[in-house]
């Protein structure tokens, strides 16, 4: 029972302290805003276009939103040396980074319904797979909050964790499918795409949304289980070899 109390008080703190922050609660909703603007303005598309752009829109959001708030917060938490108390807590390990990772899973989650909330005023949403959805938006909030985990606990300063962070982000904009196909991209750089955990969950994505996906969802569900299991496990590796002494 401690291990969960612990467990809630954690998760409760770090929402508090960073993800219900009124600026943070706006750039979840902005951000999404900004993305779909561009996008329509830059392919001159009208309302059709909506579903089209909704699977990349929500997935980048979610991949901003978790890894630029994880990335701070953790590398800034070591910095100050608040993390070192939380070793202190009655849990293991494992549960300590899991209650730290779960509030950048939930407000990743939030931010992929910010662009679902918005179309749905705009187009109809009655045809999307919805239990295919959901579990998708799930693991792609997982993934990302691992990603960014497995930055923060590689790096020692935040400037750091944010180059970082964009070493990864902006490639898989263009390398996932979020808004370009990956069979338009060139052969001898196409390989990158199924070495990206995103690949896999947007692929999921715009196959309940539009239809049109490139893997099996069976496949796709289980290589992006299997990268929340790698990441988890090799952030776990570096704190205990460069965390803690």
Request: glycine share 6%.
């Amino acid at each position: 029972m401690k291990r969960w109390i612990a467990f809630w008080n954690i998760l409760v703190k770090d929402m508090h302290a960073y993800y219900l922050k009124p600026p943070n609660i706006s750039w979840g909703i902005i951000f999404p805003l900004a993305w779909t603007g561009m996008f329509f303005i830059r392919s001159g598309s009208g309302l059709e276009s909506v579903l089209e752009l909704l699977p990349g829109v929500m997935t980048i959001s979610i991949l901003f939103g978790t890894t630029s708030m994880l990335s701070v917060t953790i590398t800034f938490e070591r910095r100050s040396r608040s993390f070192e108390r939380l070793l202190l807590a009655p849990i293991s390990l494992e549960q300590l980074m899991l209650a730290k990772t779960s509030g950048a899973i939930f407000f990743g989650i939030a931010n992929a319904f910010i662009p679902i909330i918005i179309a749905a005023f705009l187009v109809d949403l009655s045809g999307i797979a919805w239990p295919l959805v959901v579990p998708a938006i799930i693991l792609i909030g997982i993934v990302s909050t691992f990603l960014g985990l497995f930055i923060a606990v590689s790096v020692s300063e935040v400037f750091e964790a944010q180059t970082f962070s964009n070493f990864f982000r902006f490639p898989m904009i263009f390398l996932c499918g979020l808004f370009f196909p990956i069979i338009s991209l060139p052969i001898f750089i196409r390989w990158l795409s199924y070495i990206l955990p995103v690949t896999y969950g947007v692929d999921i994505l715009h196959g309940a949304i539009n239809g049109e996906h490139i893997i099996s969802f069976t496949l796709d569900f289980v290589i992006l289980a299997a990268f929340c299991i790698v990441l988890f496990l090799l952030s776990l590796r570096n704190i205990k070899r460069k965390w803690i002494v």
